[in-house]
């Protein structure tokens, strides 16, 4: 009878393995996948969070998603915080210690809603390390012996800890960075390797453009991000880098508009969004699912964007500015019922853009009502962020103020008006110096707070030197726009290092130029 009994075991074992390689092998065979990014509105209550987590991940929403992500800090950042497995050590948390006696229980709760719901989920959290842990970082510990990080934990379809990934950049955040940059990786069982980072990552080389120059195609994004204009807000920023890079990027975004937060999209590259949003007034907490095509096999996909017709004011989004001051700059004279053009070339320093651009009046502008009017700008400096990394940036874009001082760009108006111009023609042409690592992306914002998608816009850029890079941004052919915030090329150059033209000749020489020029 025993002998019976182990092979009728042995008979479900073997069937079991067969059923989930052929899943697996079925997954992997698919030319998509699909995902859902959540825009959440975070509370200050870890189990309110907590629950809304839970209950968006077997939401029907997600039914058909393979992966989840949530944003930046809204689970656990007013809670506490928490041990997180090493990847390594493929520690599954809801069977390990479902009791919650080394984790806490909502790293538990969030590994067994992983492995319930049978998805890779990918959440954010205040992580907790022991500091006798990293006995080569040699810094100052604090007295309780804790490091805390700023982590993404990945959980696959069974709830085991496969990735963790600490932020490099924080954003002023009163939390520790790791003792080296960390560049995480994670497999899945549907045949796509994902990177990851988080929100102010975005504008630096390490990790992320070093995880794009490394092969790597598709990446998870949570953000808290502050919007910033008239170049940083939230998707502008996400599908630019998306675009630039060629890469697919599911950013999942903390929505609170109030103090500046909205923003979450799922982007392929070229391609541009699959879904984006970004909610004015008092936020949401809701999943965006659509279906990613894999980069092996890229083809057309069927987009659901829906695009919102909603107009920002001051009063709608709480948003930041640039420090539109350090420009050089120049306003266009646009005047009531006429038509214009111009034609300029602007300098900051040794650095210059070539703008073209012509508008067409659409109505005469009420006496009392308050209306966008418009300035070309170009900056070639570092940005200038107090207590913070700093990226150093060469932009050259045409951008809305709210009166006629460069001291009144970068601000939304008060109350809802229609525009009083449209664009005709907008179009950049500049040539940017070669440097070590850099980025530059078409970066466009519309009133709706989204961005101009690839079918309407025109790009190239070329390399006809060791030295340069010729790039060409404009509205595509037979395009008009009425309802424009900002269109501009953002031009990143990370730390700077190893720019032509900068430096001395022995400097230039050891970063490989073979004809410097200083």
């Not at 039914?63 to 949530?70: E, G, K, L, P, Y």
């Not at 350090?326 to 320093?349: R, V, Y």
């Amino acid at each position: 009878m025993a002998k019976n009994y182990w092979s009728f075991f042995q008979h479900c074992l073997i069937l079991g393995l067969m059923f989930g390689w052929s899943q697996q092998a079925s997954l992997s065979r698919r030319d998509y996948y699909t995902a859902g990014v959540v825009e959440f509105r975070p509370s200050h209550l870890l189990s309110d969070n907590l629950d809304a987590y839970v209950e968006i991940i077997h939401s029907k929403n997600a039914s058909t998603t393979d992966i989840i992500v949530f944003p930046e800090s809204t689970l656990n950042d007013m809670g506490p915080t928490t041990f997180v497995p090493k990847p390594e050590d493929r520690i599954n948390p809801c069977l390990s210690d479902p009791h919650g006696s080394h984790f806490e229980d909502y790293l538990v709760t969030l590994s067994c809603a992983a492995r319930n719901a049978s998805k890779y989920i990918v959440i954010n959290l205040t992580e907790k390390q022991k500091c006798e842990d990293v006995p080569e970082d040699t810094r100052p510990c604090a007295s309780n012996g804790l490091n805390v990080y700023n982590s993404n934990v990945v959980f696959d379809r069974q709830g085991v800890v496969v990735s963790r990934y600490r932020k490099v950049h924080l954003y002023g955040e009163p939390k520790n960075t790791t003792f080296l940059p960390e560049l995480s990786t994670f497999e899945t069982d549907f045949g796509v390797t994902f990177g990851h980072f988080i929100c102010f990552d975005i504008l630096f080389y390490t990790p992320a453009h070093q995880l794009v120059d490394q092969g790597v195609t598709d990446f998870v994004y949570p953000a808290m991000w502050f919007s910033q204009l008239p170049f940083l807000t939230a998707v502008q920023m996400q599908l630019g880098w998306s675009y630039a890079n060629d890469v697919s990027l599911l950013a999942a975004g903390a929505s609170d508009p109030t103090v500046g937060n909205s923003g979450s999209g799922i982007y392929q590259g070229r391609s541009g969004s699959l879904r984006s949003v970004m909610r004015l007034g008092s936020g949401e907490r809701a999943i965006y699912v659509a279906r990613v095509p894999k980069y092996k096999a890229k083809r057309r996909t069927k987009r659901d964007l829906n695009r919102s017709q909603q107009v920002a004011t001051s009063s709608s989004f709480n948003i930041k500015r640039d420090y539109l001051e350090n420009f050089t700059s120049e306003e266009l004279k646009i005047e009531a019922g006429k038509s214009g053009d111009l034609s300029k070339i602007l300098c900051h320093g040794g650095f210059c853009c070539h703008f073209d651009v012509a508008w067409r009046s659409l109505e005469t502008a009420a006496g009392n009502s308050s209306y966008y009017s418009y300035r070309v700008g170009i900056f070639d400096g570092w940005r200038n962020q107090k207590r913070l990394d700093v990226n150093y940036i060469r932009n050259c874009g045409l951008f809305t103020c709210s009166g006629h001082s460069i001291d009144d760009c970068g601000q939304l108006l008060p109350d809802l008006q229609k525009p009083v111009v449209t664009f005709t023609q907008l179009e950049i042409r500049v040539t940017y110096p070669h440097s070590r690592e850099f980025l530059f992306f078409p970066d466009t914002l519309l009133d709706s707070l989204l961005p101009l998608e690839p079918k309407q816009f025109e790009w190239s850029q070329q390399q006809p030197s060791e030295g340069s890079h010729q790039v060409r941004f404009a509205l595509g052919e037979s395009q008009e726009v009425s309802n424009l915030l900002t269109f501009a090329i953002y031009g990143n150059y990370y730390y700077n290092d190893c720019t032509f033209g900068v430096g001395t000749a022995e400097e230039q020489l050891a970063c490989g130029y073979k004809n410097p020029q200083i």
